[in-house]
C-alpha cells in the first residue's frame, strides 16, 4: 500500500503521505503507551508522554501546513487519552484490588520502649467490590508477619448498607479473631465506618474479633511502655486528641484515619501517626 522512497512515506493518492504517516505516528504513540504501563503501578511516564501527543514529529516538520492540521492534533491527544484510559481502568479495577503487598517499614523508638513489630492495616473496603473471603488471606499475611500489635485504620466497610447481604458478620468477626497478637489490636473508625449504617454494626464487629476501637481516648499497653492513641474520624465523626495523664517517657502512636488531622490536632508528645484514607 505504501513504500519509502529516499526517506519519505509515499501512499496513493494527494493527501496519502501525511495520513499515512499520521497513523502510523499514532500506532506507535499507543504502542509506546502500553509499554509504558507494562508493570502494575508504574503510571510515571503517562502524563509526559501525553503532553507531548500533539508535537510534530520528523516527518510532520518537513510536510507543507495542510487545513485542518490543528483538529488533526487535538484528535490524536484525544485518542491517545482514550487509549491510556484502557490500562489505567484495568488496572484499578481488576489488577490493584487484588494485590496484597508487605510494606515494611523500620521507626527509632528512641530508647523508649523495646524492639516490637506492629502490623498495619486499613482500608479494606469489604463489600461488593471487594469481598470479605479475602480477609482469610489477610489474616494469614499478618499472622506470618509474628506481630506484637495491630492496628486497623478505619474503612472496613464499603456501604454496608447496600452491601449488607453480601456480608457474613459472624465469620468476618471469626476471621478477625484469628489474627494473633499478644500486646494487642486497636482500631479507629473511618468515614465509611461512620457513614452507609456501617456504624450500627463496625465497632460491634471489631470487638467481636479482639479489637479495642479507640475514639478520642488513649490507652497503655502492658507490658511495655507503649500508649495508643486513636482519634474519631474527621469527615463524618468529632476528632479530639488530650494525652492529659498519658506517661511522658512512653512511646505514643496515633491512630487517625484521615492524615490531615495532623494539622488541626495537637501533637505534642505523639511519636509515630498511622494513617489511611488517602489510597
Known amino acids: 500500500f505504501f513504500h519509502d522512497y529516499g526517506g519519505q512515506i509515499r501512499g496513493i493518492g494527494d493527501a496519502a503521505p501525511y495520513k499515512l504517516k499520521y497513523y502510523v505516528d499514532v500506532v506507535e504513540d499507543v504502542v509506546n503507551l502500553f509499554t509504558t504501563v507494562s508493570r502494575p503501578g508504574d503510571f510515571s ?7 507531548q501527543a500533539g508535537r510534530p514529529g520528523p516527518y510532520e516538520n518537513r510536510k507543507i501546513p495542510r487545513k485542518g492540521d490543528e483538529m488533526k492534533k487535538l484528535f490524536r491527544f484525544f485518542l491517545i487519552l482514550f487509549a491510556a484510559a484502557i490500562p489505567v481502568g484495568g488496572y ?5 484490588p487484588n494485590l496484597l503487598r508487605i510494606n515494611r517499614q523500620e521507626v527509632s523508638a528512641a530508647g523508649k520502649t523495646e524492639p516490637l513489630t506492629a502490623v498495619f492495616f486499613t482500608d479494606t473496603h469489604f463489600g461488593s467490590q471487594y469481598s470479605p473471603e479475602k480477609l482469610v488471606k489477610i489474616v494469614e499475611k499478618i499472622n506470618a508477619q509474628n506481630p506484637d500489635l495491630v492496628f486497623f485504620g478505619g474503612d472496613f466497610f464499603d456501604a454496608y448498607r447496600q452491601d449488607a447481604d453480601l456480608l457474613d458478620l459472624d465469620m468476618i468477626a471469626e476471621e478477625l479473631s484469628k489474627i494473633q497478637a499478644p500486646l494487642g489490636k486497636y482500631a479507629v473508625w473511618g468515614n465509611h465506618d461512620r457513614g452507609g449504617g456501617a456504624s450500627r454494626v463496625y ?3 471489631l470487638a467481636t474479633g479482639g479489637f479495642t ?6 490507652v497503655s499497653v502492658p507490658g511495655s511502655n507503649l500508649t495508643i ?3 474519631d474520624d474527621a469527615l463524618l465523626g468529632s476528632p479530639s486528641l488530650n494525652l492529659e495523664g498519658a506517661p511522658p517517657e512512653a512511646f505514643t ?6 492524615p490531615d488531622l495532623i494539622a ?3 501533637m505534642e508528645g505523639v511519636d ?3 494513617s489511611g484514607h488517602s489510597h
Open 253 to 258: 502512636i496515633l491512630l487517625s484515619h484521615e
Open 213 to 218: 476501637v479507640l475514639c478520642n481516648q488513649w
Open 272 to 274: 509515630l501517626i498511622l
Open 264 to 266: 488541626e490536632l495537637p
Open 229 to 231: 492513641a486513636g482519634v
Open 45 to 51: 511516564g503517562i502524563f509526559q508522554f501525553l503532553m
Open 203 to 205: 465497632e460491634s464487629i
Open 92 to 96: 484499578a479495577r481488576f489488577i490493584e
